[in-house]
């Protein structure tokens, strides 16, 4: 079996999409790995494919990720699927002790630029629990059947079936983790009532909400407290995440992030109200984040939980960047140097295009006092309490209405900013 690194690195861009091979995913090879290849990496529990694919049993309906360290079933008792929606799309529930629905998630949705790669990114931002399949079909530009059809034969599953594997996972999230009614649980994971919570709680982990709630194990990293709920957001090793906070201290903006004694913490605006959240490493040099969020409105904890993910590049795959990126020899000392080094994303595009512009021709630090003038000067107030922060970033209308103090730049920069 060739390396992990190999495969993905040695066939294709890892920064860029795949070809699409229009697959069923009954029986069919994930991606570009070979069905033989995804069974080799069972066989040896290789934590590296967590993500990439999952092994359902076709003898317990059951499905897990490749590391799961049950005992391996026969080659023939398994099928390889791309996604956990495509596994339970096809009537297999998740494994309560390797729990896939949990891992990061590939890095092929998360570095490609075609309809598959921005429908499975606004998916887990929780688009089409907010304006359904048809509005979702619209910011991409397709018609819901052609992008259900796209989707389908990409990763196994239609829009539909990935929201409800989303809201699946965050309801568990909520249901372990917090003292919340089942009945506010239910619709802050976006299921349309109690009765679509239960079911769907039963047919993915075969267990009901409240089974899970009394099984409930206290797991490090992972906690309630009082609004506040932390959790640990996992990422393929290594990871430089002290490295990324260094990054993103050097530019916080004053009363909208904040960073000192290895945290990193900021303001996050999303589609039902403010909230925030904090960013630590994680214990015993692990490769991905503990993150604690305090949220107006829990119906936006998936979305908050996938932007954290993406500020962190927390699905990318640095062994298969490593790799490419080693056969220049004016980067491979570099990567060998520093093992797991991570490209900052971002929480928000317009914040992002915004900074950006205000950036050009001038110092971090000059950007960073630009910024945080504009923040202190048009961003709301923050509705939640924290000590240090005090506004979150403005909206387009915001910025659009702003003094010109506010944006002390050259006339045509400013006109770009509004």
Known sequence: MRAVGAIRAGDHDVRFPLAS????????????LPADDCYAAVVRRDARFDGWFVAAVTSTRIYCRPSCPAITPRREHLQFHPTAAAAQRNGFRACKRCRPDVTPGSPEWAGRHDVV???????????????????????LGYTPRHLNRVLTDAVGAGPLALARAHRATTARTLIETTNLPFVEIAFAAGFGSTRQFNDTIRAVFASSPTDLRTARR???????????????????????????RQFLQWRALGGAETADSGEY????????????????????????????FALEDWRDLSTAVQRVRRLFDLDADPLAIAERLADDPVLAPLVARHPGRRAPGSVDP??????????????????????????????EALRLPHSVLTHVFPNPEAVADAPDAALAMPAARRDTVR
């Open 350 to 379: 317009f914040e992002t295009a915004v900074r950006t512009v205000i950036g050009q021709q001038v110092s971090v630090a000059g950007a960073r006092t630009v910024a945080s003038r504009l923040v202190a000067s048009a961003g």
């Open 265 to 292: 913490t900021r303001t996050l605006r999303l589609a039902h109200g403010h909230g925030w959240v904090a960013v630590r490493p994680e214990p015993a040099g692990g490769a991905g984040v503990v993150a604690t």
């Open 21 to 32: 091979g229009g697959h069923r995913w009954d029986d069919a090879p994930v991606t570009n």
């Open 117 to 139: 790669g921005r429908a499975m990114r606004l998916i887990a931002d929780g688009v089409v629990e907010r304006v359904g399949v048809t509005g979702l079909a619209g910011q």
């Open 218 to 244: 206290a797991r490090p990293g992972e906690r309630s407290d009082g609004d506040r709920l932390t959790m640990r957001l996992p990422a393929r090793a290594p990871g430089d995440v002290a490295e990324t």
